[in-house]
Every structure is written in structure tokens, then in C-alpha cells.
């Protein structure tokens, strides 16, 4: 409206000029080229800007030593691909220890002595799916075979085994009404969250980043609280 007013005001200063003409020539200067929004020079600077960016090569920061067995990345020199593979064994090794800790071994069991039952072949996914917090272990295909019995294992193993009844379960409930140890499950459960991150650091450093399903379920089950 501003610009519009000047042209009008500036036609009457000038005989044989149009408002229409002042108009036209305070477009091209300062409002978008063929249309009468505001802002054209910021908005052909951006485009300038964005073909600087596609044909401007952005400098390098990663290098690669000649045999290829070591990288340096910025400040940081010869990350050494060894020492990564070291890395990575070790955070397996860590993360399976938490697993057994997870699965409520008792100290003469192993994780062979499990009655786990898991077909890999069989679990199935659906792409398509969007809903929030969802993820293939809620497939009704692995809940009927795959993944049968899944959300009542640990409840069954723990009523099932008195050692583990006297930990989660408070001593003098157990006889009447039996009643969970707070404590203890909330201690359990902070090893479950220990255990997934861990597991989300070695998808990350062995097959890239993380599936956007695994980053759904993390949501679904925290929110957005990732720290």
C-alpha cells in the first residue's frame, strides 16, 4: 500500500507519467519481478545465494591416511580403524553383559538355558505404518509366531522363580497380596534404557543411522526428552 501511494503521489508531480509506470519501475526495484509482494531483492539474493552454494565445493575435513587405516576428521588426527573395531567389540561385549542382566540370568544359568524361542525368518515389518510409538514387535504377524508369548515372559519367568520373587517382590506380600518392589523395578528399568542406548550407538557405528522405526518406538516411549 506505501509503495502504491507513492506512485499515485509521484504521477501528480510529473505531468505524462502514470501512477501505473511509477508503479511498474518501483516494482522491479523493490517487490518480487512479476508479481506486487514485497521483498524482491532479498529474495533474488537468496537465489544468489543458493548458486554460490551448488557451485561452490565446501571444504574438506575428513582424510584418509595413504594405506587406508586411519582417518583424521578436523582437529582430531589418525583415528585409527583398529582401535574402532576395538572400540565397537568392546560396547558389544557390554552390551550382551546388559542383555544377561535384562533376561534375569541367575548367576549358574547362561542365556542358552533360556526357554527363548525366536524365528528371525519370520518377524515381518510394514513400511507404511505411521502411527506414533508403533513398531514391528505390535505386528499381529509376530505377535501369532514370531514373537509369541513376548510381553509375558519376564512376568512369567519372575513368578515362576522364587529367588527372583523374593527381588521384585515384597517379602511380606507375598504370602497374601502380592506386591511389586519398587525399588527394584524402577532400578530395572533403568537398565532397560541403558541397554537401548547402547544397542542404538552399535546400529549406528555398524549399519549407519538408526531405521526412522527404531527412532519412532524410542519416541513413543519417551517422548521427546532424547538426552
Known sequence: ?????????????????QPADLLDEMRMRFLISGVRSPFSWASQ???????????????????????????????????????LRDFVRDQLEKAQAQLEKLLLLHPQETREDLDIRFWMH?????PTENQKGWSFLRHPQNL????????????????????????FIRRESIVTEPTWNQKVCQDYLVLVDAFLERL?????????????????????QHGDDLS
Open 200 to 220: 542404538l550407538l552399535l546400529i549406528h557405528l555398524t549399519a549407519g543411522q538408526p531405521s526412522k522405526r527404531l527412532h519412532r518406538w524410542w519416541y513413543g
Open 122 to 126: 519370520r518377524v515381518v515389518d510394514d
Open 144 to 167: 501369532q509366531s514370531a514373537l509369541l508369548d513376548r510381553e509375558m515372559w519376564l512376568l512369567k519367568r519372575i513368578l515362576e522363580s522364587p529367588w527372583l520373587q523374593e527381588e
Open 1 to 17: 500500500m506505501l509503495v502504491i501511494q507513492k506512485a499515485v503521489v509521484g504521477a501528480r508531480d510529473v505531468e505524462g507519467i
Open 45 to 83: 539474493l537468496r537465489v544468489y545465494g543458493k548458486k554460490v552454494l551448488d557451485s561452490t565445493t565446501c571444504l574438506g575435513y575428513i582424510s584418509w591416511s595413504d594405506d587406508g587405516l586411519s582417518v583424521s576428521y578436523k582437529g582430531v588426527r589418525h583415528l585409527d580403524m583398529s582401535a
